[in-house]
Nanobody, 114 residues
Framework: QVQFVESGGSLVQPGGSLRISCVAS????????VAWYRQVPGKERELVAF???????YYADSVKGRFAISRDNMKNSLTLQMNSLKPDDTAIYYC????????WGQGTQVTVSS
């Protein structure tokens, strides 16, 4: 059974950069498409980006050109490099399988504010 543990979130100023990480215990290589999602309290969780085992990547329009997803199956890890951050990027970020999510981890809080 795969469990996801996210880390690396923090407070960052608008225009800044941050890199968040996720470790998938139980193995990442068994998951064909792995994704980053985010959620703001009171709103639905939304898809941010995904990467398939083929290397195919997808980005939501709101983050395209600013965020970069990367997976390392050997290390069972997934990262999200976030640049040119905006206050609207403030959310709890989660990693999980796409499109059918497994159990959710605790997530990692990213706050973009001056």
């Amino acid at each position: 059974q795969v469990q996801f543990v996210e880390s690396g979130g923090s407070l960052v100023q608008p225009g800044g950069s941050l890199r968040i990480s996720c470790v998938a215990s139980g193995g990442l290589s068994s998951i064909w498409t792995v994704a980053w999602y985010r959620q703001v309290p009171g709103k639905e969780r939304e898809l941010v980006a995904f990467e398939a085992n083929t290397g195919t990547r997808y980005y939501a329009d709101s983050v395209k050109g600013r965020f970069a997803i990367s997976r390392d199956n050997m290390k069972n890890s997934l990262t999200l490099q976030m640049n040119s951050l905006k206050p609207d990027d403030t959310a709890i970020y989660y990693c999980n399988e796409y499109p059918r999510a497994r159990d959710w981890g605790q997530g990692t809080q990213v706050t973009v504010s001056s």
